[in-house]
């Protein structure tokens, strides 16, 4: 059972709440439910060529756990707070190129995320897993997957795209993007 909802234009900000219910069961692996609560606030500040985002929110677990528990694991509850900037801007220019017009553009971003470290050796791992580092993933708050795994992090990521956008019809034609980040 999923629940999302989001409020845009709270005080000056948007607040967002994901939060679940699961029961996983199984005939031999330990079996449980799990409770998840993620509500966030970011304010947004953007112009016409960047934004910076400041975002707090928290991931609120609870576990009850079933049969096949042969590790002892107790049920227990998982409290951790996340802290997050993100920004950027864009830079644009008109060029041509092979007799076509073509808007170039130029993106530096950057993500900072702080989360503590929370022992999580004692919570059952049902489904998550570590994320394939690309450019989609690279960008996210969490390395991983589902819910059961939050890494900590104090971590900035830097990177930039560009983008030759065809000033004809609009449809982008060439991407590329690079990024890295530091821990």
């Known amino acids: 059972l999923n629940l999302t909802a989001q409020q845009i234009g709270v005080g000056r900000g948007d607040l967002e709440f994901t939060g679940s219910y699961t029961a996983f069961e199984h005939q031999s692996l330990v079996n449980g439910q799990r409770v998840v609560l993620n509500p966030s606030y970011s304010l947004p500040l953007q112009n016409t060529y960047g934004y910076v985002t400041p975002k707090v929110g928290a991931h609120l677990t609870h576990y009850t756990i079933g049969r096949n528990n042969a590790a002892a694991l107790p049920d227990t509850t998982r409290s951790l707070p996340i802290f997050s900037t993100e920004t950027g801007v864009v830079f ?11 808007t170039q553009t130029l993106e530096p971003k950057a993500l900072y995320v702080y989360i503590p470290y929370k022992d999580q050796s004692r919570i059952p791992n049902f489904e998550s897993g570590l994320q394939d580092i690309n450019f989609a993933t690279i960008f996210s708050e969490n390395q991983f997957s589902g819910n059961d795994r939050i890494n900590d992090a104090n971590q900035l990521t830097l990177g930039a795209t560009s983008r030759f956008i065809s000033g004809d019809d609009g449809i982008e034609r060439v991407r590329v993007a690079l990024a890295q980040r530091f821990y």
């Open 92 to 102: 644009e220019r008109d060029t041509v190129f092979s007799g076509q017009k073509i």
